[in-house]
């Protein structure tokens, strides 16, 4: 099959069936039939990778050069970058088809895809049965667009879960990298010491082909990690046998209901028969990591989005009395009410007076939950536990109360908050909705991580 007609039958499927999910923002139909033009001569010129001609999506998070980027937010609704994110320019260099942009929550903001500006993503899974399910976030236009099978992968970033949660919900395949594995430049930025960029698609081995093309140094982000990029896909076939697999005790608790454990500790024991040893241990402050992370996060944001101010870029309110109306009118027609609660919380965190009290007591808390993941590899090498408390909900059930959205966050964050690389792995059903398995490893162990679970597939 040649990549013209590869790429026109996801275009054709993405336009026949899109509207029910809304995954996708923008679509650049004519620019990828282009791209797959240029790379069928590649090929028949003999000079194709292994991505030539591969149609894929960017998460609307990533700039694309002459194609709108939005973050999913009114305030960059109109935004067309003038350069390429460095992801985007690895995956352009590397010959890959972009079919378009998908949806996300606003800023990355949100468990559930509905703090889009563009609307809500439906997830596939339970929509034959009558009921709207969310699609998780912030990476669900991604993760919703691979499980209808729109596109066959595409990037995601993972600030605190948004790659592995909705990986989880949709049941598809997601990996977040160590933090500094993947340049975050022309990434918009959401909380820039927790922000990282990652992989979805549908199996383990995909994601090594799609890591093999992001990871790597960046000298445009300060911090990004000069460290040699493995092949990742060499590894996957070793065989398990002596992995030494921990269960956070703290993971298995009561927020988890039987039906979600029972699947959990069905496919530990899928390992065990692959050879791993598995012993309890613990992450003591691992129930600390969302009140941090809800500090931490909104405080780098409040600074990150004060460039959103009507002069540079982005969205402007009509006609300003002056200076101080433009600001004020722009951020508040501009954002929605997600981010500005973020905002106000970020803005309070970092305010004279309770910047002890509150940004430097989590910033502390941080560490010792590094800490606790630091201590626990040197006893095991990879940890395994649910992603989410429950399956994919109904659309609304959440939406009025913040604190229950947030914890939905509640297995993913502290991996975010200490650095380590995580994925989420399809491992069941629950109700006949699609249940993940978190893999967590030691820093730069991406290749353990895609191994173990590429064994499990
Ligand atoms: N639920 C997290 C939040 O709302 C998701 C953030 C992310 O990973 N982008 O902050």
């Known amino acids: 099959i040649s990549s013209v007609e590869l790429t026109r039958e996801f275009l054709d499927r993405i336009k026949a069936e899109d509207k029910q999910y809304n995954s996708f923002i923008t679509v650049t139909e004519d620019q990828a039939l282009a791209d797959a033009k240029t790379a069928d001569e590649q090929r028949a010129a003999g000079k194709a990778s292994v991505w030539t001609g591969v149609p894929f999506a960017h998460k609307d998070i990533f700039c694309t050069n002459g194609v709108a980027t939005t973050a999913g937010s009114k305030m960059l609704a109109n935004f067309v970058p003038p350069y390429d994110a460095t992801v985007t320019a690895n995956f352009r260099a590397a010959g890959a088809v972009c079919l378009g942009k998908t949806n996300m929550d606003e800023f990355a903001m949100g468990s559930s895809n509905e703090s889009s500006f563009f609307g809500p993503v439906t997830n596939p899974w339970g929509l034959s049965s009558g009921d709207k399910r969310v699609p998780g976030g912030s990476s669900g236009g991604s993760a919703a667009a691979i499980a209808a099978r729109l596109v066959p992968a595409a990037t995601a970033t993972d600030t605190g879960g948004s790659i592995r949660q909705p990986a989880a919900l949709c049941g598809i395949t997601g990996l977040k990298p160590t933090y500094g594995r993947v340049s975050r430049y022309g990434m918009i930025a959401f909380a820039s010491s927790l922000d990282q960029g990652g992989t979805m698609a549908r199996t383990a081995e995909d994601n090594a082909l799609m890591l093999n093309v992001m990871a790597g140094f960046d000298r445009k982000d300060s911090t990004s990690v000069d460290r040699a990029v493995p092949d990742y896909t060499a590894s996957l076939n070793e065989p398990l046998k002596g992995l030494r697999v921990g269960l956070p005790k703290e993971y298995f608790s009561d927020q988890l209901s039987p039906a979600m454990e029972q699947q959990v500790r069905n496919a530990v024991k899928e390992y065990e ?175 353990r991580l895609l191994n173990a679970a590429h064994q499990f597939q």
């Open 273 to 447: 028969k692959l050879g791993a040893t598995v012993k309890e241990v613990s992450l003591p402050h691992a129930k600390l990591a969302i009140a941090a992370y809800y500090v931490i996060a909104p405080a780098e944001a409040s600074a990150n989005l004060s460039r959103f101010d009507g002069v540079r870029y982005g969205y402007r309110c009509e006609n300003p009395q002056d200076l101080n109306d433009l600001y004020t009118r722009t951020r508040a027609e501009g954002f929605g009410d997600e981010v500005k609660r973020r905002i106000l919380v970020g803005t309070y965190a970092l305010s004279a007076g309770y910047f002890d009290a509150y940004y430097l007591k989590a910033q502390k808390v941080r560490r010792l939950i590094q800490q606790d993941f630091i201590n626990a590899f040197k006893e095991v090498d990879v940890l395994m536990s649910p992603v989410s408390p429950s399956p994919a909900f109904v659309q609304g059930a959440n939406t009025n109360d913040p604190v229950a959205m947030y914890l939905e966050d509640i297995f993913t964050i502290a991996v975010n908050l200490a650095g380590v690389p995580a994925m989420s792995v399809p491992a069941g059903f629950v109700d006949g909705l699609p249940v993940g398995l978190q893999i967590i490893g030691n820093y730069f162990e991406e290749a």
